[in-house]
């Protein structure tokens, strides 16, 4: 019996197709091998059959290509359609959930929250953007309290102000947009104010994006002016550009190239990209080695990624940008020196 396709994963490939579709990838055109080199590069394999499947879905949608081959005559015109296929999709996936959550016996605290969260944004039917993300565990020891009451302003559209823990500026005035947990912690994110406007920028007073540890965050009342719309239809379009919660906002996306030992590429780096837009490096490309598979990723060089690529040990070594891999060198190099005998 042919195995049932999951529909959140047929949806993730149609997209990622759509994004290969926008692009001249090679001079003569977007030939059907030309798209199955580049969907191998982000770890995509598709026959011909498949990826002509595509094609019509998105003819289906309302796009137009150009003759004989894979790329739109107008780029523009598919995205509404898309954007509602991803909302419907995240809709049927949190009615499903919930169902399960509902017929459960079980009164641990993680499914009594989830419940809670899922009804919420169900019954949010004029929400402009995803709320909550979770992509890992869900963990909502000692923030239950701030969890319901952030949710409740995030969906109706309150600005807020509080006060955070642990912070060199402890009163915060923001227009929250998300719940997000990473690594385990769960973060408020949103636009912060500040009482001075930013460097440079004179008429700016609010930081692109901002993350707040549940924990630190303490006496939320609200704020009482009009609410900001994020820049973003869906927040996780943001998150995508980097690693974590926090963007290198000095540098910005850099390209990262990373050579790691088949055998943890493999097992690993393949199936849990740190990247969606990681690719392999061909031959005769910069830094292409023939024994060691070299990853090259658009990708914010911040503390994340460090820990990221610190956790694969020896399994991976950073070949460029210059200044990331000095970085990780030097963590290395302090490392190694703890475990030194001593005199």
Known sequence: MKRKSDPAITLKRLLKFDQLCRRRLDPRGNSWEVMRDHMQDVNFNAGRGTMYD????????GASFKPGCFE??????????????VEQQRR??????????????????MVVWMKLFLRAMLDAQDATFN????????????VKDNFETLLDYILHHQPIQFYQLNAGRPHV??????????????????????????????????EDYSATPLHDITEI????????????????????????????????QQTVYLKFE???????????????????????????????????????????????I??????????????????????????????QPKA
Request: hydrophobic share 30%.
């Open 262 to 308: 088949p055998l943890r590429y493999q097992k690993y780096v393949a199936t849990k990209p740190l990247s969606l837009d990681q690719k392999l490096v061909r031959e005769g490309a910069a830094y292409y080695d023939p024994e060691r598979p070299v990853l090259k990723m658009p990708i914010h060089c911040n503390r994340e990624l460090e820990q990221q």
């Open 310 to 339: 610190l956790s694969f040990g020896p399994d991976v070594e950073v070949l460029a940008p210059e200044s990331l891999r000095q970085r990780i060198a030097a963590k290395v190099a302090e490392m190694n020196a703890k475990y």
């Open 54 to 61: 595509y094609k019509n879905q998105l003819i289906d949608l």
């Open 131 to 142: 709320a909550v993300s979770i992509y890992e565990n869900l963990d909502l020891k000692e």
């Open 221 to 252: 009342k609200p704020w009482d002016v009009k609410f900001i719309e994020p820049d973003y239809q869906d927040l996780k379009d943001y998150f995508e550009e980097f690693v974590g919660v926090t963007p290198d906002r000095e540098n910005g």
């Open 173 to 206: 005035k923001m227009h929250p947009y998300m719940l997000k947990n990473y690594n385990s912690r769960w973060f408020l994110i949103g636009k912060s104010y500040n009482d001075e406007p930013r460097p440079g920028h004179p008429d700016e007073y609010y």
């Open 72 to 85: 739109y005559k107008d780029p523009e015109q598919v995205i509404p359609k898309l954007q509602d296929l």
């Open 92 to 109: 049927d996936s949190g009615r499903e959930l919930l169902e399960v959550l509902e017929h459960s016996q079980s009164d641990d605290s």
